[in-house]
T-cell receptor
Framework: NAGVTQTPKFQVLKTGQSMTLQCAQD?????MYWYRQDPGMGLRLIYY???????DKGEVPNGYNVSRLNKREFSLRLESAAPSQTSVYFC???????????FGPGTRLTVL | KNQVEQSPQSLIILEGKNCTLQ??????????LRWYKQDTGRGPVSLTI?????NTKSNGRYTATLDADTKQSSLHITASQLSDSASYIC???????????????FGKGTHLIIQP
């Protein structure tokens, strides 16, 4: 049982490049989330998927797109990376509302 | 607007000492409150959950309290150890999924450093 896995662990991009962050969970959880964490800002929600086939915007969705590929996988895409997107990105999942969230190990992204 | 405020922002204490972290919230209606521990370079991990009817709950050296009337929670760490150095995040859950957050409001966390 691997829990929540994220790839890659580290990435450096140049401004304007695109990339997809991958997230997968093997706990049969219904909801999945993407957060970014910046110093002094805490965790901020980018997008979430309450169930397979649905996605909703969070607090900071601009510049990002998501795909809930199936129940296990939830990807985050940066179409044209900007230096302001330099951050640590965390994927999380939970079974139902009121349940504990399980977080992945994070992806550290630097945009030059 | 639902908010969760944590204090202090950062705290440095000596190994073996006790400390208390605070979490005040305005989320209403309220479902539960969780404390997460985030070690440097890792994702947060749940420490404890407090529901409306619970006043105190312990998890080893960690004791969480909840006052639902004043909308305040605290996390008390007893006999701190070097491994307690981490960020502690308070997350309040509402029993609805609207508002673009799936019912979750996060505090910004308290950064705790334990010095030998």
């Amino acid at each position: 049982n691997a829990g929540v896995t994220q790839t890659p662990k580290f990435q450096v991009l140049k401004t304007g490049q695109s990339m997809t962050l991958q997230c997968a969970q093997d706990m049969n959880h219904n909801s999945m989330y993407w957060y970014r964490q910046d110093p002094g800002m805490g965790l901020r929600l980018i997008y979430y998927s309450a169930s397979e086939g649905t996605t909703d915007k969070g607090e900071v969705p601009n510049g990002y797109n998501v795909s809930r590929l199936n129940k296990r996988e939830f990807s985050l895409r940066l179409e044209s990376a900007a230096p302001s997107q330099t951050s640590v990105y965390f994927c999380a999942s939970r079974y139902l509302m009121d349940n504990e969230q399980f977080f992945g190990p994070g992806t550290r992204l630097t945009v030059l | 607007k639902n908010q969760v405020e944590q204090s202090p922002q950062s705290l440095i204490i000596l190994e073996g000492k006790n400390c208390t972290l605070q979490c005040n919230y305005t989320v209403s209606p309220f479902s539960n409150l969780r404390w997460y521990k985030q070690d440097t370079g890792r994702g947060p991990v749940s420490l404890t959950i407090m529901t409306f009817s619970e006043n105190t709950k312990s998890n080893g050296r960690y004791t969480a309290t909840l006052d639902a009337d004043t909308k305040q929670s605290s996390l008390h760490i007893t006999a701190s150890q070097l491994s307690d150095s981490a960020s502690y995040i308070c997350v309040v859950s509402a029993p609805y999924s609207g508002g673009g957050a799936d019912g979750l409001t996060f505090g910004k966390g308290t950064h705790l450093i334990i010095q030998p």
